[in-house]
């Protein structure tokens, strides 16, 4: 079984142009996660998709940043215009919707997407 | 709000030998998960092991296990007999057993295995 991929590996681009990452969940996932490392610092919760539908977008730094998961398959974060201190690595990981307790919501990680703005 | 702390940025331990990585964490919660992560270069990060709160035995996982001390808030990973393939970066996380379903991490420990 494929685990979550997450395209592409390594992005540059220059201050004030757009990104977008890219997201596949395992098969079968309704839960998906998107957290963000920046240089040194923890690791720290963005959004939270069931399906189609955001649950939770606390964590979202700013209106820069837009994710979409259309038709509840992959998602998407685009980071339109990028800035300096958005640098950092982008995981994405999806988990099961289990009845019982979370316990059994394993989250499964990507090996994220490094971005880095000029 | 709920913190992870990893006090410990890098470890070296020699290939065959036990290292221990330190995490505390703090939360006003009763019942909460915890969990430790390895990330390896460039790849997947994975989970090693996790820990229920109203669970008092401490998990282990083959080589891993963990020290639970829940009045200290103390959750450390122990690695038994280290291979070279344990080299990665080690991540202490938590979540809510109620609630949201957000994990929170610590800032991680780099470990070397030295052959």
């Known amino acids: 079984e494929a685990g979550v991929t997450q395209f592409p590996s390594h992005s540059v681009i220059e201050k004030g142009q757009t990104v977008t990452l890219r997201c596949d969940p395992i098969s079968g996932h309704d839960n998906l996660y998107w957290y963000r490392r920046v240089m040194g610092k923890e690791i720290k919760f963005l959004l939270h998709f069931v399906k189609e539908s955001k649950q939770d977008e606390s964590g979202m730094p700013n209106n820069r940043f837009l994710a979409e998961r259309t038709g509840g398959t992959y998602s998407t974060l685009k980071v339109q215009p990028a800035e300096l201190e958005d640098s950092g690595v982008y995981f994405c990981?999806?988990?099961?919707?289990?009845?019982?307790?979370?316990?059994?919501?394993?989250?499964?990680f990507g090996a994220g997407t490094r971005l880095s703005v000029l | 709000a709920q913190t992870v702390t990893q006090s410990q940025p890098e470890m070296s331990v020699q290939e065959a030998e036990t290292v221990t990585l330190s995490c505390t964490y703090d939360?006003?919660?009763?019942?909460?998960?915890l969990f430790w992560y390895k990330q390896p270069p460039s790849r997947q990060m994975i989970l090693v092991i996790r820990q229920e709160a109203y669970k008092q035995q401490n998990a282990t996982e083959n080589r891993f296990s963990v020290n639970f001390q829940k009045a200290a808030k103390s959750f450390s990973l122990k690695i038994s007999d280290s291979q070279l393939g344990d080299a990665a970066m080690y991540f202490c996380?938590?979540?809510?057993?109620?609630?949201?379903?957000?994990?929170?991490f610590g800032k991680g420990t780099r470990l070397h295995i030295l052959p």
């Open positions: 996380a938590y979540r809510s057993a109620g609630g949201d379903d957000k994990i929170i």
């Open positions: 939360t006003s919660e009763s019942d909460y998960y």
């Open positions: 990981a999806s988990s099961q919707v289990l009845p019982g307790r979370k316990a059994k919501n394993i989250q499964y």
